[in-house]
């Protein structure tokens, strides 16, 4: 079975900084030296392809280059689209993007007013009756009390945009095919390169790594361009073409609805939301139109409109732009004269999790969309993406680097893809709770689904397709009318008890949300390149049962292992050092770092010693961070020279506690102080333990870095 890590590959990716007595025991391995003798061919040119140049397969890209990772990016379309498309960022995917060369600030800045997109709105219609309002934003968002970043408002194609730049000051170019020649381009000149314009049209497996064909248009006559790489990395969307070619199916529910996404612009309808009812979405009930709005940008009168629609009696043909600006003007209630559409896209809402995240011998590796599709209930599916990348980033740097064994790829799997079922249920339950509205209205989703099915099945074969749209456009008609003024009203009393109902399902959260805090941030990994605490499983089973349901619940810091690390604010201890940062900020984003956690105990200061006497022998980056508590002094924070001499990669910090909760770093973790932390690059919780605990430091610490890099797993 071929493998990354055998044969003149190991070479090719290795950091050549001398072979140590771990690589040295690593070759020795049955199994990597029965591949380096396997095919005797020439190593793959390409460290890693990534197809797809959306905002994963970008943000994946930039990782790898900021870790000195070679690639090559495959984007199928000659430009890059202007559909807004995803456009809310949470808690977590900020945070990353934090450390993307200041990416989060540049988004804070570019992104509408906060005050312009706080809300979503129920109404009759946009210059109609309010049925309701919810306020998404808390002020805890504002004072970033469980994140040093709030959730973002911003356009994806504007985000495509500023990680383009990014990724130009790391060095990569974007290209086109005329600017490349024919398909006999080397390789090795195409590194760092977005290929635009190319398509992935055939994958073949090879002794030494993944044969890519990738075709695209030279002057009007199509040719196939041959790369050879180490591993082939598909970001390419919810209909990915390399989890076809890979033989992955999906699981889940298909065409949970059918819709028309309508782009369009109108500063005047953006002038007027903007000063009488701003709002993010708006969801809009009347006798002539039903259909969600998002307002993209108000202050630039920027729009997506979506409609259900149902084939075959409706079909996306029948959606031409004039027909667009009817419904427009129907949802707004008057007609904006300055109304231009400028796209008009089908899509289907899908809730499914590929069957399996890695394939082709470890190979080929399935990210954001083309490892899961969402409906689009909690802005889940750009998101997890981004976190899909940042957990993988890492894991393929140490692999590429021959510090890692090659199994490593499988915690990527087993970490994410269980997130990424979790979020599947839970952006399905929200789904539902969005559809709670129209039914407590008099319009339930589900009965005009029924409708439609019964017009198929019925109907189908034995009237033309014309009379079956007037048909269901007719009952649709009728079933409209329950949000008739004369209905939808306070004197009617059918009305009233539905507004009551509105209401109260507004008022208890009941309706969509936005945010989820406890799920964004309070995710946990329960096994793959950490080492579990014991009796893990059982609490990790059980916590998986308690937050099976969709709640916008709280989000509790915890420390545990899989845990993303807390926030809180520190300050340096050091005459040089000024300012304050967030305990994640001691994480690098620049190079492939685990940070030590502990207090300054003698016990702690000794196994951390240990830990990074480890970590070199690995080869890898480590520092200790040294938490001292609020009030401490420099002069006492000196005394970590001596305690970890002769190692001079720790940073001593005091906690600044929340004024109005006043408990140290580690009550707030729920650990005592005794406690040492292991944090992986990506902000995860690999190992935790407390000195007396730990029989042997350094063969305890050996086995749990052998652990985290999948050393002592078995190949797959």
């Known amino acids: 079975m071929p493998s990354i890590a055998g044969g003149g590959g190991w070479r090719l990716f290795s950091a050549g900084r001398g072979i140590s007595w771990l690589r040295l025991r690593r070759l020795q391995r049955p199994l990597l030296s029965s591949l380096a003798s396997g095919s005797g061919g020439d190593a793959p040119h390409l460290p890693v392809v990534i197809v797809g140049a959306g905002p994963v397969g970008l943000a994946l890209s930039f990782l790898l280059a900021k870790f000195g990772i070679k690639c090559t990016v495959l984007e199928r379309s000659m430009e890059f689209t202007r559909h807004p498309r995803a456009h809310f960022i949470n808690n977590r995917t900020m945070e990353i993007f934090r450390k993307f060369d200041g990416l989060a600030w540049d988004i804070e800045r570019a992104q509408p007013p906060v005050d312009l997109w706080r809300k979503f709105v129920y109404c009759t219609s946009l210059s109609g009756s309010i049925l309701g309002s919810v306020d998404h934003m808390k002020q805890e968002d504002f004072n970033k009390v469980i994140s040093p970043i709030s959730v973002a408002h911003f356009s994806q194609y504007k985000l495509v945009d500023l990680l383009l730049k990014k990724l130009d000051g790391v060095g990569f170019q974007t290209c086109f095919p005329d600017e490349l020649g024919g398909s006999s381009t080397q390789d090795l000149l195409l590194e760092n390169k977005i290929l635009m314009g190319h398509e992935c049209s055939s994958i073949q497996l090879t002794d030494d790594g993944i044969l890519v064909g990738a075709s695209f248009n030279n002057g009007g006559r199509v040719q196939e361009r041959k790369l050879h790489c180490g591993l082939l990395l598909g970001a390419d969307g919810a209909r990915s073409k390399v989890r076809e070619l890979a033989g992955i199916s999906m699981k889940g529910e298909r065409d949970l609805q059918k819709l028309v996404s309508v782009h369009f612009v109108s500063r005047d309808l953006g002038k007027y939301l903007s000063s009488e009812r701003p709002g993010m979405l708006f969801f809009i009930f009347n006798p002539d139109a039903i259909g969600v709005l998002v307002a993209h940008d108000l202050e630039h009168g920027e729009f997506v409109l979506q409609v259900p629609f149902y084939p075959p009696q409706q079909m996306f043909e029948d959606f031409s732009a004039k027909v667009c600006e009817q419904i427009i003007v129907k949802l707004v209630g008057w007609e904006p004269a300055d109304i231009q559409v400028l796209d008009i896209k089908p899509w289907a809402m899908h809730a499914e999790v590929a069957e399996k995240y890695v394939g082709c011998d470890n190979r080929v590796i399935l990210v954001g969309d083309a490892a899961h599709r969402f409906p689009p209930a909690g802005g889940f599916g750009m998101n997890t993406g981004v976190q899909d990348a940042h957990n993988l980033a890492w894991k393929l740097c140490l692999l590429l680097n021959g510090i890692a064994d090659p199994s490593i790829i499988q915690t990527y799997e087993s970490e994410r893809k269980p997130v990424a079922i979790f979020n599947t249920e839970l952006s399905l339950e929200n789904f539902k709770a969005a559809m709670s509205i129209p039914a407590t209205l008099g319009l339930d989703p589900t009965i005009a689904n029924s409708v439609h099915r019964v017009i198929n099945s019925s109907l189908g074969s034995i009237i033309p397709r014309n009379v079956q749209k007037v048909v269901l456009e007719g009952l649709f008609s009728i079933g409209r009318t329950q949000v008739s003024d004369y209905i939808l009203s306070e004197n009617n009393p059918l009305g009233s008890l539905r507004l009551a109902r509105l209401r109260s399902i507004l008022d208890e959260g009941k309706s969509l949300q936005l945010q989820f805090p406890a799920e964004d941030l309070g995710f946990r990994y329960g096994k793959g390149a ?33 845990s993303r690390l807390p926030h809180m604010l520190v300050r340096p201890l ?143």
């Open 530 to 562: 950490l080492v579990a605490e014991d009796c893990a499983e059982s609490t990790y089973q059980a916590e998986e049962l308690k937050h099976s349901k969709r709640s916008s619940g709280e989000y509790i810091p915890s420390a545990k292992v899989g």
């Open 574 to 716: 050091s005459a040089s050092s000024e300012g304050v940062f967030s305990t994640l900020d001691l994480v690098s984003g620049d190079k492939i770092e685990f940070v030590i956690i502990i207090a300054p105990l003698k016990e702690s200061y000794k196994l951390a010693q240990a830990m990074l006497m480890i970590a070199d022998e690995f080869e890898l980056s480590a520092k200790v961070c040294v938490m001292w508590p609020q009030g401490s002094r420099d002069v006492e924070a000196k005394g970590s020279i001596s305690e970890l001499a002769p190692w001079t990669n720790y940073v001593d910090v005091e906690e600044i506690p929340r004024a109005t909760v006043n408990s140290s770093w580690w009550e707030m973790c729920q650990v005592n102080n005794k406690s040492v932390i292991l944090v992986r690059p990506d902000e995860h919780i690999a190992w935790r333990a407390e000195p007396d605990m730990v029989r042997d430091a350094y063969s305890d610490v050996r086995r749990v870095f052998s652990q985290i890099l999948s050393l002592n797993r078995p190949q797959v």
